[in-house]
């Protein structure tokens, strides 16, 4: 790319390629195990044939009530046989609680999608946000969703108890809840997803591979072999791959080390760190075996991953499963080769896959209610992740079941749409995943600003601009750019939209926060 394709390539939201999938389950963990059929799901709460004259009341209130069509945004992939699943969906919601829901599935696309949605005030109901793609808190400060605090009591009892109050705690912004977080790992260790014919065809070891320089030998046997190139680092996880954490998201530049207890804010892109792993993908480029593109264009990157074309891609995070779960998104078998830094709990990784509830949305109430549904109803998530039994794939034990191939219905994003711990374990993934995936958010790291949201009301302009300036200077891990002379400008424009007064009031909040702790 040349310099003067800078500014215009400078765009497109996180691209979906990571692994974000499995929080700390807090109870829902153990309950995984009860996710079969609508007669097994948990509580009994799917079974439809129970006979129960509180279901069957239920149902016979939601068949004379008028039935409310949502719509949501999500950047889960459109598929073959999608129309079949959410009929089958539509079906069952409706008769649960009176709702059918049109998905808008945007695949690689949703990030530059949803901000022109969210910008055109266009009328829709709830649309995936979080810390990477779409960030929450920017558009908190937007004003593109409702505060949900006194409607989740009401509209919702069952899903806020099955959340976890810390997770509840680091969906708060200015005092409110912005959105539904959908229950995932928390523990956070980035890696490079990797095909694993790719791998084994040139003999390496990726226990071997910790950064963007230990690629090198196997990026130019990827290459000679196979044609495919290094796609880089996702830009929204760049601090993750440096050892850093944003204190709100990418956009609004402001972060601290993960080891650093006393919580320090600094502009993530003057650091070293930064710096260096610009250069390194400055390097792979030099020599022909990067596609940096990949980081920053979205749409491309997906076309790019599911054609095979990508050796390694640093976006993502390490859980247990995380192979079966990446080799059913891409349609290929994955491996990951995790990077230096450890696994890490922050209030970003809490928070880094929501729903939240459009201000133009004419049905909160009602989505809430369905956003309830998908959260805590195992027939309901396991419909949408993975189909239809018989058709996209078959049990083969209670909880375990293998997909079948080319059946039209396989994104492996399970984790963009709801509670990952109602869902069954797919072929090759351990039957107790999700106890595995517990024990892991135990043994994890945990931030020194664990639960603390950052209420950017006091700098909400200069949020703005920091975060029109971030978008300009995205395609800076294309590793196509002189680092030097390119992030300076990068830095001064910084400067200027007020970056020092987004630290400052981020530094004095995160004071406030630790001194009462």
Known sequence: MRRKKFIALGVAAVMVMGTLAGCSGDGNADKSGETGTKAESSGETVGKNEGSEEADAETEKNENKEVVNLKIHTPVPEQTDGKAVMEALNEYTK?????????????????????????????????????WLNPY?????????????????????????????YIWTAATVKGGIYAVPNQQIVARQIGALMPKDYVEGTGTDINKIKNLTDLGEYAQKAFDQFGAKVGGVNRAQAADYCGYEYISDYMAAGAIKMDDT???????????????????????????????????????????RVAKKMSAFYSGTYKPGVEAEESARAGYDCVMATAATNPYISTNSVIATMYGISTTSKHPEET???????????????????GIEGTHYKKTGD??????????????????????????????????????????????????????SFDPEAVKMEVTNVSKVVKEYESLVGGELPVEETNAEFLEKLNVAGIDKVMAEMQKQIDEFLATK
């Open 399 to 452: 909880n375990t079941i293998e997909l079948i191939a080319d059946s039209g219905y396989s994104h492996g994003q399970s984790w963009a749409l709801g509670n990952v711990f109602n869902t069954y374990a797919l072929a090759g993934q351990p039957e107790d995943i999700w106890e595995q995936t517990r024990v892991l958010n135990d043994s994890a790291k945990t931030s020194p600003i664990l639960g603390f």
């Open 137 to 165: 808190n920017t558009n908190v400060v937007k004003g593109a969703f409702i505060d949900i605090t006194d409607l989740l009591p009401k509209a919702a009892p069952e899903l806020q108890k099955a959340i976890p109050d």
């Open 95 to 131: 008769e649960k609680i009176g709702v059918t829901v049109d998905y808008v599935f945007h695949g690689g696309a949703y990030g530059d999608k949803i901000q022109t949605i969210i910008a055109s005030g266009e009328e829709y109901d709830a649309c995936f946000t979080s810390n």
């Open 368 to 386: 809430l209610k369905y956003l309830e549904l998908i959260n805590t109803d195992p027939y309901a998530m396991n419909l949408i992740s993975y």
């Open 262 to 304: 006393n919580a320090k804010v600094v502009n993530f892109y003057g650091t070293d760190e930064w710096k260096n792993m610009l250069n390194e993908l400055v390097g792979l480029n030099e020599k022909g075996l990067l596609d940096g593109e990949c980081g920053y264009m979205d749409e491309y990157g997906e076309s790019q």
